[in-house]
């Protein structure tokens, strides 16, 4: 069973830093592309950035110049070091994934459980 395991949320204050960890298990075939989505309250879900099997590397522009996406040890691993966090900035942080698996044909999207981001005074 793959799992995607979010670390790293917690509460900040305005300008600090944090860095979330995301880890993905289970039998994989491939990894396209392994990302970060962030949902504040009654919002929708929104792409903060992503990295693909390439490397190639996409930033919302509420998020660049801020925030750093970046493989782990092993490609089952995403890191997202995020700097200079606004109060904007807080919201559960998702996890995603576009992965093959064995018994699943085509790419599928995976979903961590989320991390809360709080940042406040």
């Known amino acids: 069973q793959v799992q995607l395991v979010e670390s790293g949320g917690g509460l900040v204050q305005p300008g600090g830093s944090l860095t979330l960890s995301c880890v993905a298990s289970g039998i994989i075939t491939r990894i396209s592309t392994m990302g970060w989505y962030r949902q504040a309250p009654g919002r929708g879900r929104f792409l903060v950035a992503f990295i693909s099997r390439d490397n190639v590397i996409n930033y919302a522009d509420a998020v660049k110049g801020r925030f750093t996406i970046s493989r782990g040890d092993t490609e089952r691993t995403v890191i997202l070091e995020m700097t200079s966090l606004k109060a904007e900035d807080e919201a559960v942080y998702y996890c995603?994934?576009?992965?093959?698996?064995?018994?699943?044909?085509?790419?599928?999207?995976?979903w961590g459980q989320g991390a809360q981001v709080t940042v406040s005074s």
């Open positions: 995603g994934a576009d992965l093959v698996v064995p018994d699943r044909s085509g790419l599928h999207r995976y």
